[in-house]
């Protein structure tokens, strides 16, 4: 099986149907329901793209991953004025001057590209619309984009616009900067966070961000080149989520802020944004990172360097009748509700099992070297190769089988 998905990777064919894959398993004498674990393997092995947890993208194989990539450098490029040409001819006969000016904007300061445009870029790698949508959802599925709106006007549907965040030049608002410091009134602050020390896999960060999307509320979301602002789903609480590299410390927060009676929906944000990242980060089985808890009572004093709780917190229950927690540093105290979340949650898997099933293919992208980073993994080994973008396709096939062979 694994020889005849290699004979599929011909130029312009970046994918198969299951049926087609069906077709091939019975040409090598493969039984209907072993197909899916072979795939599975393949994909693990890093040999070709499959997702089978994923409802559209479960009927297609990717049997070339490198001619993915190729495809995707028509949108991540590393000099990011050349994504946008207006010499060129397709955009030319598509958009007027005024309009792509609008779009090159949008799309150098906020990483936003309209559906339409996504279109022009790749037509020449498609012969249909529903093969465009399947590379969107890949896309969507690798952590490289998301949609931000599907709006209407009237009765005439709006296509949608997708934010790439590795594009992502503004930086945090001045408003927000005052936001993040003060805590005032009734309403209360929770911070968690997460700390490497000196290696942050390339790219952890952008694809947190394409994955908020399920824990936001729709209605508004603000990025920026290192952060999020927006509301958590049921609106009753605004987080804050950033990344901030300091002293060769990596930090990722999440931020919530709420009226005391709302506080259960601002640990249900941050938590679960915690949650994603510890996901993304499974794929690279033994990197080292501590969890933590700022104190709720040394945010409220505007301290510089607020005191931590530890991460064991986030997964125990509160004691019963506990009335307050001391601040870590003996001088004050916070209540329990801004240390302890509502109910206990399950303590994070770092089995070899769990992080099996998180290893195979993924693609992402180094932003300072212009650089697509491919993770390959076999439940053994993870290596990480570097594709630059502007090697030709021969040399990086070269280099793609050293790691995938």
């Known amino acids: 099986m694994e020889k005849r998905l290699l004979l599929e990777r011909q130029p312009y064919k970046y994918m198969l149907t299951w049926d087609e894959c069906l077709k091939l398993a019975k040409s090598c004498d493969l039984n209907p329901d072993d197909v899916q674990p072979v795939l599975s393997y393949l994909h693990q092995l890093g040999n070709i793209l499959h997702f ?19 495809i995707l450098k028509e949108i991540f490029h590393h000099d990011h ?21 609008k779009m090159q904007k949008d799309f150098l300061q906020q990483g936003l590209i309209p559906q339409e445009l996504l279109e022009t870029l790749m037509r020449k790698h498609f012969k249909s619309a529903d093969n465009m949508n399947i590379l969107i959802e890949l896309m969507e599925r690798l952590g490289l984009c998301y949609e931000v709106s599907r709006a209407t006007e009237g009765s005439v549907k709006i296509k949608p616009v997708y934010r790439f965040p590795w594009y992502l030049q ?26 490497m020390h000196k290696f942050c896999p390339t790219g952890v960060f952008e694809r947190l961000c ?14 920026w080149i290192d952060g999020v602002c927006s ?55 033994g990197i080292v990172y501590d969890e933590y808890i700022m104190c709720a009572h040394c945010i409220k004093q505007d301290e510089d360097s607020p005191e931590l709780f530890t991460g064991d917190y986030l997964y125990t229950n509160c004691p019963q009748g506990l009335e307050s ?21 399950e303590t994070k898997d770092c089995s070899p099992e769990a992080n099996e099933a998180h290893q195979g293919h993924n693609v992402t992208l180094d932003k ?14 993870i290596k990480i190769q570097d ?6 396709r021969e040399e990086v096939n070269d280099r793609l089988n050293d790691s995938l062979w």
């Open 52 to 70: 089978h947890d994923n409802n559209q993208l479960k009927q297609y194989v990717f049997p070339d991953p490198l001619l993915v990539i190729d």
């Open 81 to 101: 004025s050349k994504v946008l040409k207006m010499s060129d001819p397709s955009i030319k006969a598509r958009f007027t001057r005024v309009r792509l000016q």
């Open 170 to 195: 503004d930086h945090k608002p001045n408003d927000l900067k005052a936001w993040e410091k003060h805590t005032l009134g009734e309403t209360e602050q929770i911070t968690i966070g997460l700390e």
């Open 210 to 223: 394409t994955r908020l999307q399920s824990h936001l509320n729709s209605s508004y979301r603000q990025d």
């Open 231 to 285: 509301y958590c789903w049921d609106g009753n609480a605004l987080l804050l989520i950033k990344k901030e590299v300091k002293d060769d410390y990596i930090n990722i927060t999440a931020t919530g802020k709420a009226e005391m009676t709302k506080l259960d929906s601002a640990w249900n944000g941050i938590t679960s944004i915690l949650d994603e990242l510890k996901t993304i980060l499974k794929e690279w089985p």
């Open 325 to 345: 927690v001391p601040c870590p540093s003996g001088i004050g105290s916070v209540h329990p509700s801004l240390v302890y979340p509502p109910s206990r949650r």
């Open 368 to 381: 300072s070297t212009g650089s697509f980073v491919l993770v390959t993994g076999d439940n053994a080994d």
């Open 387 to 392: 594709l630059k973008l502007s090697n030709p």
